[in-house]
């Protein structure tokens, strides 16, 4: 089902950039897994590696509107969707405060 998804977004990604000229397009799909790369000549860019469990890891990337080069690396396996970005908002250091709890209640297991 992934796959399905991954090909209609690639498509997608595609024809939101009518202007651009397709550079390279591999489409592999085998029993073991899937390899998919796609780069555009506006320097859209997206490559994926899958394996036969449904991990994959991958990257995509463009130049936004402003300028800025967005690149995004992601894993998604039992973990769920991770991905990495310096552009992605992180949150904030957890307060001390919670840091202190957390290691109590570790030292303190529940007894049932």
């Known amino acids: ?19 651009a000229e397709v550079k390279e397009l591999i489409n592999d799909v085998n029993p073991d897994g899937f390899k998919t790369v796609l780069s555009l000549s ?3 860019a997206s490559q994926a590696v899958g394996d ?6 991958g990257v995509y990337e463009w130049v936004s509107p402003e300028g ?3 690149r995004v690396a992601y894993k998604a ?6 991905p990495t970005s310096d552009l992605l908002p ?3 250091p957890i307060p001390e405060a919670i ?3 957390l290691a109590w209640i570790q030292a303190h297991p529940s007894k049932e």
């Open 99 to 101: 840091l202190k709890s």
């Open 68 to 70: 800025v080069h967005v």
């Open 52 to 57: 036969v469990h449904g991990n994959i890891d």
């Open 42 to 44: 506006d320097g859209t």
């Open 1 to 19: 089902m992934f796959k399905i998804l991954l090909v209609c977004a690639l498509a997608a990604l595609v024809a939101a950039n009518e202007n």
């Open 77 to 82: 396996d039992e973990n769920g969707y991770q």
């Open 90 to 92: 992180v949150g904030p």
